[in-house]
């Protein structure tokens, strides 16, 4: 499995910012997917994730404002998160994950978020 990530950048606090990533190759084995993100100097955290049958977990600091989705097409398998009401806390760069069968973790190359005050 392949992901490519986009759609990070720089926004004012308040803002939004839409993150895709698309998945391809081997996308019939994708388990679970889900975005991460890593601050500078902070390990990488789990932001929000969704499984195979929709079910969605996010983590505590982000709920209410971010949205994770996930769209299955015939080759691509699309990861979208939405994230409004942007804080400079949220300021990291963004990695997609896809867990496929056998607990094997692809990851997307990352797209920076920066959210300023």
């Known amino acids: 499995v392949q992901l490519q990530a986009s759609g990070g950048g720089l926004v004012q606090a308040g803002g939004s910012l839409r993150l895709s990533c698309a998945a391809s190759?081997?996308?019939?084995?994708?388990?679970?997917m889900a975005w991460y993100r890593q601050a500078p100097g902070k390990q990488r955290e789990l932001v929000a994730a969704?499984?195979?049958?929709?079910?969605?977990?996010?983590d505590d600091s982000v709920k209410g404002r971010f949205t994770i989705s996930r769209d299955n097409a015939k080759n691509t398998v699309y990861l979208q998160l939405q994230m409004n009401s942007l804080k400079p806390e949220d300021t990291a760069i963004y990695y997609c994950?896809?867990?496929?069968?056998?607990?094997?973790?692809?990851w997307g190359q990352g797209t920076l978020v920066t959210v300023s005050s």
């Open positions: 994950n896809a867990r496929s069968v056998g607990f094997v973790d692809a």
């Open positions: 190759g081997n996308i019939d084995s994708i388990n679970d």
């Open positions: 969704i499984t195979s049958d929709g079910r969605i977990n996010y």
